[in-house]
């Protein structure tokens, strides 16, 4: 079965940093690119990075560049998103998908994991 969980998010003062992370099961990441999207409370998707997987480079969304950092382990066939100096206009959930910046019907993605940044 294929899947991807995403987790790591929760509760953060502004300022402050969170790792999410973004496990496959039934696919190898590897794969594919990677991109991680994040849906703000009555706005659209967001693309906020994006992971090639032919040769290895990321980008970022301008609104998260410097402070947003993507990395993989493909033994544990899991990629996370270290986010630092958060702002409160980065509450959102935030997904990982076999997809970057926009997502189609044959794209895998996760549920999401709620990030909250508030004093």
């Known amino acids: 079965q294929v899947q991807l969980v995403e987790s790591g998010g929760g509760l953060v003062q502004p300022g402050g940093s969170l790792r999410l992370s973004c496990a496959a099961s039934?696919?190898?990441?590897?794969?594919?690119?990677i991109g991680w999207f994040r849906q703000a409370p009555g706005k659209g998707r967001e693309g906020v990075s994006c992971?090639?997987?032919?040769?290895?480079?990321?980008v970022y969304a301008d609104s998260v560049k410097g402070r947003f950092t993507f990395s993989r382990d493909n033994a544990k066939n899991t990629v996370y998103l270290r986010m630092d100096s958060l702002k409160p206009e980065a509450t959102a959930v935030y997904y990982c998908?076999?997809?970057?910046?926009?997502?189609?019907?044959?794209?895998?993605w996760g549920q999401g994991t709620q990030v909250t940044v508030s004093s």
């Open positions: 998908a076999t997809a970057c910046w926009e997502l189609g019907a044959g794209d895998y």
């Open positions: 992971f090639s997987n032919r040769d290895g480079s990321t």
């Open positions: 039934g696919f190898t990441l590897d794969d594919y690119a």
